[in-house]
């Protein structure tokens, strides 16, 4: 075997070695990078926990506790269903802020009853300007408005309700 042979054989094998641990290389930084992202949404996701207090008077507000466990909620939207009755409103809650007290004005009969008081809709905009769906706690909404505007046909809500700090539109 010729030297020239011998070294193209060795330059080979090492250059697969470099590249086999460039490429772990590669994936670690990503991985890194993923939970580093992940770490971040984590901590400037808003996390809004609603409580409710007492069963509201006929064609009254309702009055809710909620807290934020999460980031600092810039903008929100929420509609809970109790009994016959819908309510909705708007909220902006610091970061990890203790419980306050709220009211959510009615806004129309519900098409059916509910036996326990329900959250129907809980959408919240962080610091960064995200939206987030805070019923499915991970799922960031891409476009608020069209997401909003299809939450309210769903819930038979269009038109009666709007929530402008949330989607922009109010601008």
Known sequence: MSPELILGVVSAVLAAGALFFAFRAQRTA?????????????????????T?????APNQAIEVEVENLGGALAAGAVIVQHGDNL???ELSLPEKAPPRRMLLN???QAWQRSPQPRCLLLAARDITGRTWDCLDGTKVIKD???WM?????EL???GIVDFP?????GK
Do not use: N
């Not at 409710?52 to 509201?56: C, G, K, L, V």
């Not at 505007?149 to 046909?153: D, E, G, I, S």
């Not at 700090?165 to 539109?169: P, V, Y």
């Open 149 to 153: 505007q299809a939450q309210l046909r």
């Open 30 to 50: 990503h991985a890194v990078g993923v939970a580093a992202d992940r770490r971040w949404d984590d901590m400037v996701r808003p996390r809004p926990r609603f």
């Open 87 to 89: 309510f909705a409103g």
């Open 156 to 158: 038979r809500l269009q």
């Open 106 to 108: 009615p806004v129309v």
């Open 144 to 146: 608020p408005k069209r």
């Open 52 to 56: 409710f207090t007492s069963a509201p």
């Open 165 to 169: 700090a949330l989607t922009g539109s």
